[in-house]
């Protein structure tokens, strides 16, 4: 059975196309250095304090975000609080109808991205043949930071946040994020993880990591007393006839960033 922040995560990949992490509440920034595990990114250092010099493009906007797992999420507006329209607050329920069902709204997104990738890629590459950089590290290449924004995930099927809420609010096209400001948790029930910062987060994001690359196939050479490499004395002479390994620059998927820390490739 999927854990929760398999289910999360999965989900956000597959509709916009990025990696999102667990807790939905996780700082990022282009340029971190850390390590995936269980869908999870522990920061160890950056590019900055390691001394490796990097470009940053100039940052774009993204589109709002307002997203609901389809059929799960079902929002009840109730009583309406307080004295006048200035002040009035709304009891608003969202209920969720299967374990993992996401409701997520941003506004004000702009997407940071890390330029001259391969200039990184050298860089990188003479880090590790030093032996100053190590395989199981990645680097956040790309992130999408919000402006106010809310992100409710379900630990299970029936699970519901209470929340009160500017009625003023409700009128915006994202009444949740608009509404973060002037909101506050009344009750919650079943939930995995409850966003709700006026500003600002970065829940999605793209990394790299430096691999080893696939071996390429090797010929059967049979050989006879004669050959030029018969009187090696010592098994490590043939090293000398191996290729170098050599290492490149590839973009984490979603498949990486739910190892367990067990596949991910190692320096030996």
Known sequence: MASIPELYTREMHTNYEYLACWLPSTRMAVGDVGILSGHRFRKLTTLAELGIPFTRNEDSPFAD?????????????????????????????VTFARDGATLFQATGCVQETIGNIPALESALRTRHENGDWRLEHVVVTEVVRTGPTVILVAERRGAQLDLQVSTSALTSPLPFASATAKCAVARRQGIAADVLVPDGATPLFNAVQLRKRPLRPYDLVFRSDDDELA??????????????????????????LGQDGTGVPKDV
């Open 65 to 93: 975000i307002n997203y609901a797992s389809a059929d799960c999420v079902a929002v009840d507006p109730g009583a309406r609080l307080g004295s006048s329209a200035e002040d009035a607050l709304c009891n608003v329920s």
């Open 231 to 256: 009187g090696a004395e010592d098994a490590d002479e043939w090293d000398e006839w191996d290729e170098p390994d050599e290492t490149e620059l590839v973009r984490i998927t979603w498949a990486d």
